[in-house]
T-cell receptor, first 114, second 113 residues
């Protein structure tokens, strides 16, 4: 089955700096890669996703890049703000002919310091 | 107000007892999922269901059981066979199909002593 590794496990940045979280996956059949944000005490929520036919996707201060050859994808947050502090999870999903079965990474605790 | 509801928020049980966690959604989603969240281990899939009366095992199904008798409901039973049941359990739903965002509930924290 799919295995997703995520690094770093914790990340501390100064407000206004950029943050990068990296993930690798094992199943070459995976073709959907979402990122979820979980604030303290709250439910995970989708913040951005990318499909394998796209190399990069941006949404305001957030971007995701995908390198299918190397089987890794990354989340980039620019101009970080205190409200970006949360746990971020990457995930991967192979196309199985149906369903949306995601394998998640172990999470990155991002702390944005004033 | 559409959403996915998990109850209760906190649940305490004695070892050896089965316990059922509730998950209800009114989003008209076909697919529903149960994840377990442990510190440092991310979210691990227990069971998922793509349609009523059908469900599949996820990566850590041992010691758990589910049912999907109604589209809106996907209860999870943690049996006494589950060796480490104390965890945070998250239910989610989505439109059927690859790339559909998961909508999570607020979770149930189960403590077994």
């Amino acid at each position: 089955g799919e295995n997703v590794e995520q690094h770093p496990s914790t990340l501390s940045v100064q407000e206004g700096d950029s943050a990068v979280i990296k993930c690798t996956y094992s199943d070459s059949a995976s073709n959907y890669f979402p990122w979820y944000k979980q604030e303290l005490g709250k439910r995970p929520q989708l913040i951005i996703d990318i499909r394998s036919n796209v190399g990069e996707k941006k949404d305001q201060r957030i971007a995701v890049t995908l390198n299918k050859t190397a089987k890794h994808f990354s989340l980039h947050i620019t101009e970080t703000q205190p409200e970006d502090s949360a746990v971020y999870f990457c995930a991967a999903s192979p196309f199985t002919g149906g369903g949306n079965k995601l394998t998640f990474g172990t999470g990155t605790q991002l702390k944005v310091e004033l | 107000d559409g959403g996915i509801t998990q109850s209760p928020k906190y649940l305490f049980r004695k070892e050896g007892q089965n316990v059922t966690l509730s998950c209800e959604q009114n989003l008209n989603h076909d697919a529903m999922y149960w994840y377990r969240q442990d510190p440092g281990q991310g979210l691990r899939l227990i069971y998922y269901s793509q349609i009523v009366n059908d469900f599949q095992k996820g990566d850590i199904a041992e010691g758990y059981s589910v049912s999907r008798e109604k589209k809106e409901s996907f209860p999870l039973t943690v049996t006494s066979a589950q060796k480490n049941p104390t965890a945070f359990y998250l239910c989610a739903s989505s439109i059927e199909g690859l790339g559909s965002p998961l909508h999570f509930g607020n979770g149930t924290r189960l403590t077994v002593t």
